[in-house]
Antibody, heavy 119, light 111 residues
Framework: QVQLVQSGAEVKKPGASVKVSCKAS????????ISWVRQAPGQGLEWMGW????????NYAQKLQGRVTMTTDTSTSTAYMELRSLRSDDTAVYYC????????????WGQGTLVTVSS | NFMLTQPHSVSESPGKTVTISCTGS????????VQWYQQRPGSAPTTVIY?????PSGVPDRFSGSIDSSSNSASLTISGLKTEDEADYYC??????????FGGGTKLTVL
């Protein structure tokens, strides 16, 4: 079955960077894109951006431009999201999700990775 | 900036029907497909409606989606409510720059 498995929880200090992985299985990785979505504690879903696993093209949310980088490793069917210059308000659960076309719907989702930014 | 607005919360009794709205801030909501996601506490979201009105396999036909261009809104309707439907529901679409946009989420209480 199609599955996305994310890396484990992280605790980082303000100003540090975090890199979350998302390993895909059960489908042809390069035929779909991957989107990243985050959810701060008690808050709603926030779209962060997407990456095409076919050609590496990316599209990032404006508020994260310059701090986020999304990449893929097609040899291991893994997507990565790196967020730099972490602040306390980056504390959130980070999800990856496969992008279905043509609507761009997100399915399935990874289990989520909690990133805590604290001094 | 394109935004999607949802009611903060709705509640209804088991067996009844509830409709959750999702209103677009500008342009035509029909320009891009709308999806609906269900999120139970402590779990990742799952899709209940994609491409305005399509149900993924495994989602019961009690869930339906629609678009109303006159009010620039999308709706998720859940009929024959069950206690297991109690969750947060998010609508999602894209703006003109192909950036994803989520509604603020609606907490459904089945009491």
């Amino acid at each position: 079955q199609v599955q996305l498995v994310q890396s484990g929880a992280e605790v980082k200090k303000p100003g540090a960077s975090v890199k979350v992985s998302c390993k895909a299985s059960g489908y042809t990785f390069t035929s779909y894109g991957i989107s990243w979505v985050r959810q701060a504690p008690g808050q709603g879903l926030e779209w962060m951006g997407w990456i095409s696993a076919y050609n590496g093209n990316t599209n990032y949310a404006q508020k994260l431009q310059g701090r986020v980088t999304m990449t893929t490793d097609t040899s291991t069917s893994t997507a990565y999201m790196e967020l730099r210059s972490l602040r306390s308000d980056d504390t959130a659960v980070y999800y990856c999700a496969r992008i279905g076309w043509p609507s761009g719907w997100f399915d399935p989702w990874g289990q989520g990775t909690l990133v805590t930014v604290s001094s | 900036n394109f935004m999607l607005t949802q009611p903060h919360s709705v509640s209804e009794s088991p067996g009844k029907t509830v409709t959750i709205s999702c209103t677009g801030s500008s342009g035509s909501i029909a320009s891009n497909y709308v999806q609906w996601y269900q999120q139970r506490p402590g779990s990742a979201p799952t899709t209940v409606i994609y491409e305005d009105n399509q149900r993924p396999s495994g989602v019961p036909d009690r869930f339906s989606g629609s678009i109303d261009s006159s009010s620039n809104s999308a709706s998720l309707t859940i009929s024959g409510l069950k206690t297991e439907d109690e969750a947060d529901y998010y609508c999602q679409s894209y703006d003109s720059s192909n950036h994803g946009v989520f509604g603020g989420g609606t907490k459904l209480t089945v009491l």
